[in-house]
């Protein structure tokens, strides 16, 4: 800890670690409902639809992974030892997933110019959003099951398919209903019409299955390491985990119910990405303070104190300039989006 006056001392590993989780929490509410959207894309077979659910985003997209390198790369400079456990446990689904959000961008952009060959690129931004969200969801899951390590020699002692399990599977599936139910409530909050309602009737599905899925993923998890058991069922913990859970029903109240009221366009989006952020807040708190459950905690792999100093300080004047031009975008394109002249 770096001491900053009498007494008082400042943890820079654990702000570092607030800020890598933040990037993170960030991006899966931005680029959330961009690969639900793209998902939900192989339901919409007209291509004015399409048109429409691209054109929603069409102006924020681009700056949505810029959370996703923030996060990674502050996770490099931050915290080196568990960048070097992590990644090659976790090589094949983080590699598709970037090759997925490529190819991805890719057909985004070559889309609008050509006929032709639009269905090709259509279904190119249909997979490249279902391998994303996937791959993101098997990675989540490979991470929260444990990574087998060699402490003695600080590496990686597992296999090449290590993360391939039934749990890294189910949570990859999670993450893309989720995903897509972020799409739907998107949609429901920029469109109008016979869209609009197509997508308030499939929230309501996809509504469902991720609330299944929440609770699967919750009742899941404590039984893979002994010390997220005992971090929500020990003792009066129990209180808390049924608080989060109270709280998650709450929540999904509130977006079915929004859902069925019309002029409330915006509130089942905001419910749904309430639900997101305590889920990953409950995540965070099983794994805390490990960063590799249940092996390496943040303190452990944290990098020199002169190191995190510095970055933090350049963290300092990036962060919010990040926050205030996403926020200046969404503010300039907020509103409905016209089927024939764009937003309004």
């Known amino acids: 800890m770096m001491p900053i006056a009498d007494g008082v001392n400042l943890d820079l590993t654990l702000i570092w670690a607030f800020l890598i989780a933040f990037a993170v929490l960030v991006y899966v ?54 960048y070097a456990l992590i990644l090659p446990a976790l090589y094949v689904p983080l590699i598709v997933m970037l090759l997925a959000l490529i ?29 994303a969200a996937l791959s993101q969801g098997i990675a989540l899951g490979g991470l929260l099951q444990g990574i087998d390590i060699d402490k003695a020699a600080r590496s990686y002692a597992g296999g090449w398919w290590d993360w391939l399990t039934p749990f890294s599977v189910m949570v990859g599936i999670a993450v893309m209903v989720g ?3 972020l799409g739907a409530t ?43 058991y005992t971090r929500w069922f020990g003792g009066l913990n129990i209180v808390l985990a049924a608080g989060v859970a109270a709280a998650v029903l709450a929540l999904a109240f509130g977006m079915f119910r929004t859902l069925m009221v019309r002029h409330h366009d915006y509130w089942p989006f905001l419910f749904a990405l309430g639900m997101f952020v305590l889920g990953f807040g409950g995540l965070g708190y099983s794994m805390f303070p490990y960063i590799v459950p249940v092996e ?9 104190e002169n190191s995190q100093l510095f970055m933090l300080v350049g963290a300092a004047f990036l962060i919010p300039i990040i926050l205030a031009y996403t926020a200046y975008a969404y503010w300039v394109f907020r509103g409905k989006i016209d089927p024939d002249a764009g937003y309004h």
């Not at 390496?296 to 020199?304: F, G, L, N, R, S």
């Open 29 to 82: 509410v931005l680029d959330g409902f961009d690969l639900g959207l793209g998902m939900l894309f192989v339901a919409e077979p007209v291509e004015k639809d399409r048109d429409v659910m691209m054109n929603s985003v069409a102006p924020v997209w681009d700056g949505n992974e810029t959370w996703l390198v923030l996060g990674g790369g502050g996770l490099f400079a931050a915290f080196p030892l568990a």
């Open 103 to 131: 190819f991805r961008g890719v057909a985004f952009e070559f889309r609008w110019r050509t006929k032709r060959w639009r269905g090709v690129w259509d279904i190119a931004f249909i997979g490249g959003s279902a391998a």
């Open 179 to 181: 995903y897509m139910l």
């Open 186 to 228: 998107w949609l429901v909050l920029k469109t109008t019409g016979p869209l609009q309602e197509r997508m308030r009737r499939r929230a309501w599905l996809l509504g469902v299955a991720t609330v299944a899925f929440i609770g699967i993923v919750s009742l899941w998890t404590p039984f893979l390491q002994d010390g997220y």
């Open 296 to 304: 390496v905690t943040i303190w452990e792999a944290a990098a020199p």
